[in-house]
C-alpha cells in the first residue's frame, strides 16, 4: 500500500484510449466499498463517457479543470446533506479510493474540486454542475475526478519528499523523531 501511495500522482493528460467497462466497474465497486460514518454511505456516483459532456464539465472551475475534457472518463462524487453531517468526509474519502483503485489498475487520475469552487463570478461550480447533470437540489456536488491512461511521465515520492516535520508525538510541539523508531 505504502508504494501505492508514494507512486500515485495527479495526472492531468490522458491519452486518447478508452477505458475498459472492467475498470470502470472496479473503479465504481471501489467507492461503494469505501467506509462511511455509522455506514450512512450518503455519497452517490454520476459515471461520464460522453465527451461532449466531459468537454462541458471541464469549464467547471474558473481554473483548474480544462483537463477534463481529454479525460476518457469522469466519476462526479455527489453527497447528501440529509443521510449524514459528515457527507464531506464520507465523499472525501470515495474519492480518495477511486483514485487509489485507478493507480492500481493502471490508470491515472485528478481530483476536481468542486464543492465551495466558482465556475464564473455570478455562478458556482456546485451549481453549474448541478445543471449539466440534472442533479437534484437536496444533493451535493463534493468534486469530480478525471480518470484515464497517463500520457505523461511523473516520478514517486521519494524519502526526502515525505515532511515529518509536520508530525508531532503526543503534543503539538514535540517533534516526532522517526529515527529514535528505528
Request: hydrophobic letters at 35%; proline letters at 3%; charged letters at 30%.
Amino acid at each position: 500500500m505504502l508504494e501505492l501511495l508514494k507512486k500515485r500522482r495527479s495526472i492531468r493528460k490522458f491519452k486518447d484510449k478508452e477505458i475498459e467497462k472492467e475498470k470502470i466497474t472496479q473503479l465504481i465497486q471501489g467507492a461503494l466499498l469505501s467506509p462511511s460514518s455509522r455506514g450512512k454511505k450518503p455519497w452517490e456516483f454520476i459515471v461520464i463517457t460522453d465527451k461532449n459532456i466531459l468537454d462541458k464539465l471541464s469549464f467547471s472551475k474558473q481554473a483548474g479543470s480544462t483537463f477534463l475534457k481529454n479525460a476518457p472518463l469522469g466519476i462526479v462524487i455527489l453527497g447528501n446533506p440529509d443521510v449524514s453531517d459528515v457527507w464531506i468526509e464520507d465523499t472525501s474519502i470515495a474519492t480518495t479510493l477511486i483514485q487509489l483503485l485507478a493507480e492500481s489498475i493502471g490508470l491515472g487520475s485528478c481530483w476536481i474540486q468542486i464543492r465551495e469552487r466558482n465556475h464564473n463570478n455570478n455562478i458556482k461550480s456546485e451549481d453549474y454542475v448541478r445543471q449539466i447533470l440534472n442533479i437534484p437540489e437536496n444533493i451535493r456536488v463534493e468534486s469530480i475526478v478525471a480518470v484515464g491512461y497517463s500520457d505523461e511521465m511523473k516520478t514517486p515520492y521519494e524519502e526526502e519528499d515525505l515532511k515529518y516535520d509536520k508530525v508531532f508525538l503526543n503534543s503539538y510541539k514535540n517533534q516526532y523523531n522517526l529515527k529514535e523508531l528505528k
